[in-house]
């Protein structure tokens, strides 16, 4: 048993301090994992976690950040293991090509990631440069569409009073020369509550967040190109 303790003590701190910090900073600069990024300021507090992914796509913003606007469950999905979503219940198909209706996205609207009606406000949308998406515990009273309500809001757990979690979703396009993009998504999560709650949250979305997003941005890249095998 002892042994067996010392095994699971050692394998996670393999997981917590060298295989998710991979996944946390995956294409990522050193300097674009600590730069400051517009949606920074939304965090109420010290981020819990924290992860900055990046990639360069040969193709200018305007070419790239279309794809970024129509994302949600039901518009274009997220260019990601739609059929994974669909296993846990999602309800996502991914759609590859540029629809003309889903490119009006605006701060105030609500991008959809469960099929249940869950997902997060657009905060704010600036063409060809930024896109930012939050929640946001300390601020629960937006108005929604009919249906929608905002993810990690309903508590998995028991809260005190004063408890929240935050959650943003910041996605930035730099031009490079050449026609080039430098895409950098960032997302934190900044949370009050009892330590086991805290925990739990951390490490049941960090790691499949990372993916998530590694995997989109893999996709966007393609598609973004003209590489993408769309069918």
């Known amino acids: 048993m002892a042994i067996l303790c010392v095994v699971v003590v050692l394998a996670f701190c393999l997981y917590d301090f060298v295989i998710l910090p991979q996944f946390d900073s995956w294409g990522a600069t050193r300097e674009e994992a600590i730069m400051t990024l ?6 109420p507090s010290k981020p819990m976690w924290r992860m900055t992914v990046a990639t360069t796509i040969d193709a200018p913003p305007e070419k ?8 949600g469950q039901d518009k274009a999905g997220f260019y990601s293991a739609d059929w994974l979503e669909r296993a846990f219940g999602f309800g996502i198909r991914n759609t590859y090509t540029i629809v003309p209706k889903w490119q009006n996205t605006k701060a105030g609207d609500f991008c959809t990631f469960h099929k249940a009606g869950m997902g997060m406000r657009i905060y704010s949308v600036t063409p060809n440069r930024n896109l930012i998406m939050v929640t ?28 929240y979690v935050a959650w943003d979703w910041d996605f930035n396009l730099f031009p490079l020369p050449g026609g080039k993009t430098r895409v950098v998504v960032r997302a934190f999560a900044s949370t009050r509550g009892n330590p086991l709650s805290k925990f739990i949250f951390k490490h049941a979305f960090a790691l499949p967040s990372d993916i998530m997003d590694i995997e989109m941005l893999k996709r966007v890249k393609m598609l973004a190109e003209g590489t993408y095998p769309v069918h």
């Open 38 to 43: 517009p949606g920074d300021v939304l965090a």
């Open 64 to 71: 790239v950040f279309p794809y970024f606007v129509q994302m």
């Open 136 to 163: 946001n515990g300390l601020e629960p009273n937006h108005p929604l569409p009919p249906g929608k309500w905002e993810m990690l809001l309903t508590p998995l757990f028991p809260r005190e009073k004063g408890d």
